[in-house]
Nanobody, 124 residues
Framework: QVQLVESGGGLVQAGGSLRLSCVAS????????MCWFRQAVGQAREFVAA????????DYADSAKGRFTISRDNAKNTVYLQMHSLKPEDTAVYYC?????????????????WGQGTQVIVSS
């Protein structure tokens, strides 16, 4: 089992920045590819960003490109999502997830473990 705990969410004005963190425990963190998804009220969960086990490759949703950066520190068992130029439409609960398979990083069905989420609210 892998336990994932997100933090760093909050209320921010449009144009502001936040950095989300997700700390993993239970298994060897570097064995897992990691990602961030988000879910707004009344909407389906959507892919935001993913990173490979070594951190060498990142993938982003079009909505995140140029504004968000995913990174990881395997020594700290932590994955981050740095978010800049936030917009009201970024308001959502943000979830981190872990998977063993390197395939299909944007497919939620590939992920084995999920955190409980952290709320991000962007005011206009």
């Amino acid at each position: 089992q892998v336990q994932l705990v997100e933090s760093g969410g909050g209320l921010v004005q449009a144009g502001g920045s936040l950095r989300l963190s997700c700390v993993a425990s239970g298994r060897t963190f570097s064995n897992y590819a990691m990602c961030w998804f988000r879910q707004a009220v009344g909407q389906a969960r959507e892919f935001v960003a993913a990173i490979t086990r070594t951190g060498g490759t990142q993938d982003y949703a079009d909505s995140a490109k140029g504004r968000f950066t995913i990174s990881r520190d395997n020594a700290k068992n932590t994955v981050y999502l740095q978010m800049h130029s936030l917009k009201p439409e970024d308001t959502a609960v943000y979830y981190c997830a872990a998977k063993v398979s390197p395939r299909r990083p944007s497919d939620a069905r590939m992920y084995n473990y999920w955190g409980q989420g952290t709320q991000v609210i962007v005011s206009s």
